[in-house]
C-alpha cells in the first residue's frame, strides 16, 4: 500500500509537473486570444467608421458641387448686374419725349458687360488652379514626409 501511495504521489507530482509546464504556453494563448478578440472588434468599427466617412464624403461632394455651380452662375450674373446699376445712374435719358432716343449708347452695356464677365470668369479659373495646385503640394509633401 506504501509502494502504491507513492507511485500514486509521484504520478500525481509528475502531473502537476507538466501542467506548470504547460501552463505558461496555456496562458499565452489565451492573452493571444484575448488580444485577437479585441483586435476583431476595431477592426469592424475601423470599416464602420470608414463606411460613415464614405457617406459623409459624398455628401460633401453633393452639397461642393451645388456651391460651385451656385458660384459659377454669380460669376456669369454678377459683372452684368453692375453694369445695369452703373448704367441706372444717370446715363440714360429715361424722360425723352416722344420721338426723341432715351440713349443712342446701349452697345456700350455689351461691350462691357461681356468682356468684364469674361475677366471675372478668367479670374476664377486662374484662382481655382493655383489654389487646387497649393492643396496638391501640400498633400504631395505631407505623403512623402510620412504623415498620411
Known amino acids: 500500500m506504501l509502494d502504491s ?14 501542467d506548470l509546464g504547460v501552463l505558461p504556453r496555456r496562458i499565452g494563448n489565451q492573452f493571444t486570444a484575448v488580444f485577437n478578440l479585441i483586435a476583431q472588434r476595431d477592426t469592424k468599427a475601423t470599416i464602420k467608421l470608414a463606411k460613415d466617412s464614405g457617406k459623409i464624403a459624398e455628401a460633401t461632394l453633393k452639397d461642393s458641387s451645388s456651391m460651385k455651380t451656385i458660384a ?3 460669376l456669369v450674373f454678377l459683372p452684368a448686374t453692375f453694369i445695369c446699376s452703373f448704367f441706372s445712374m444717370s446715363f440714360f435719358n429715361w424722360k425723352a419725349s416722344p420721338g426723341e432716343n432715351i440713349t443712342n449708347s446701349l452697345w456700350i452695356y455689351f ?10 470668369i478668367m479670374l476664377w479659373i486662374l484662382c481655382t488652379r ?7 503640394n501640400w498633400w504631395l509633401k505631407r505623403r512623402n514626409s510620412g504623415l498620411v
Open 5 to 18: 501511495n507513492a507511485g500514486l504521489q509521484s504520478r500525481l507530482s509528475r502531473t502537476s509537473e507538466y
Open 72 to 74: 459659377a452662375m454669380t
Open 111 to 120: 461691350v462691357v458687360a461681356a468682356p468684364l464677365t469674361a475677366v471675372v
Open 130 to 136: 493655383r489654389s487646387r495646385k497649393k492643396i496638391g
